[in-house]
């Protein structure tokens, strides 16, 4: 179950689930689906509101091409870490609230 009152929500594109990655991005307050395929991402996104699909490690295909035309998308890389991941949400959030 995703959480109603988290600050960002995502879809975590991962290989295997659960996923303990998206258990501690949780544990930050942030709403997670787990996706395994490129047809899930782009049906979460499509009827959720999502503010971004964060890509595991080794999952580049032509599929997070494909998503990456239509959403934010963060791929990460081996050693990322939840905290990292909510600091790209947060200022990719600001950046676009923000008025100058």
Known sequence: MVPSLAMYSIVLWTPI???KFAEELRDLGVAVWEALATSEVLNICEHEEV????????LLSDGVKEV????ICFVLHQTATPAEVLWELTNRKSQSTSIQ
């Open 17 to 19: 689930a659960p996923c």
């Open 51 to 58: 503010d971004a699909v964060v890509v595991m490690p080794g």
């Open 68 to 71: 990456q035309k239509c959403f």
